[in-house]
């Protein structure tokens, strides 16, 4: 019987641990700072981004991979006669999904790609479940069945401090992002569906408070949480407070930390974070 093997995109906050642990492939996306162009996990870590970006002339662009290099790795993965899901990060800010799609369609292997409707460590919780009934030896249709489940029952808060980003990057009309940055206004995104709607906004960071003291307390009334992530634009600070309080409500979920990744950060902005956890049934 034919292998599985998991591929995903550099959005996909997995750990290196992890990529190791569950033989999971990634297919970088690419970011330009300042004329120079950096392969995501290979050239310019998390925080590396972080630091450049602050130090920018211009607005980091990020770049989906090209069509050639998800080509290569679905026919170097799918040589020995293995099945290929690649899963990718919501179309709504990236057309990476796209690329993945042309390329199985070019590739000489059997490859299944999904739009997992979401990134980071929301895509996250997908791609380890699916690797690891990969390594149980389950079929296709059941990883895929198990990733569905997981993409239904996931819930990603984005906390953004500041619209500059999102002005400069053209995902919000730019007198919009004028106004509120002069009344201070902040907002929550919520990824729901593979779209980003706004689902709070409001003056100073109490907005932004209210909003996830009531997360937390739907979390406390939730059965069953799974796993929590939290991703961040430098906001240590931030996300300390927030991290206690779901850490109180669920000792043995050990929660994970991290920079995100560029794509988000270049559009979240300074400041920024995430707030990402899947229930069971």
Avoid: W
Wanted: include cysteine; aromatic fraction near 4%.
């Amino acid at each position: 019987m034919s292998k599985i093997k998991i591929v995903t995109d550099s959005s996909c906050g997995v750990t290196d641990q992890e990529v190791k642990d569950y033989n999971i492939t990634i297919v970088p996306l690419t970011v330009m700072i300042d004329d120079t162009i950096y392969v995501e996990r290979e050239t310019i870590s998390n925080e590396e981004f972080l630091t450049k970006m602050q130090n920018s002339k211009a607005l980091p662009k990020t770049s989906q991979p090209p069509i050639g290099k998800f080509v290569e790795v679905f026919d170097r993965l799918g040589a020995d006669g293995s099945q290929i899901i690649c899963f990718n990060m919501l179309e709504a800010i990236s057309g990476t999904v796209h690329a993945a799609e042309q390329a199985a369609q070019l590739s000489k292997a059997d490859v299944t790609v999904v739009d997992s409707q979401t990134t980071d460590r929301a895509l996250a919780f997908q791609v380890i479940e699916a690797a690891k009934l990969a390594q149980q030896g389950k079929s296709r249709d059941e990883i895929i069945k198990a990733a569905q489940d997981i993409r239904d029952h996931t819930k990603l808060y984005m906390g953004v401090m500041t619209l500059d980003n999102l002005v400069k990057g053209g995902r919000i009309n730019r007198m919009t992002g004028m106004i509120s940055g002069l009344l201070n206004i902040k907002i929550v995104l919520q990824v729901t569906e593979g779209e980003l709607k706004v689902v709070a906004k409001g003056r100073g960071m109490k907005t932004i408070s209210r909003f996830f003291d009531d997360v937390c307390e739907k979390m406390a009334k939730t059965p069953n949480v799974k796993a929590i992530g939290i991703s961040h634009v430098g906001a240590l600070k931030t996300i300390a407070p927030i991290k206690a309080k779901i850490q109180e409500l669920f000792p043995d979920i050990k929660i994970l930390v991290r920079e995100t990744v560029p794509i988000i950060a270049t559009h979240g902005g300074p400041g920024a974070f995430a707030l990402m956890y899947y229930t069971g049934d």
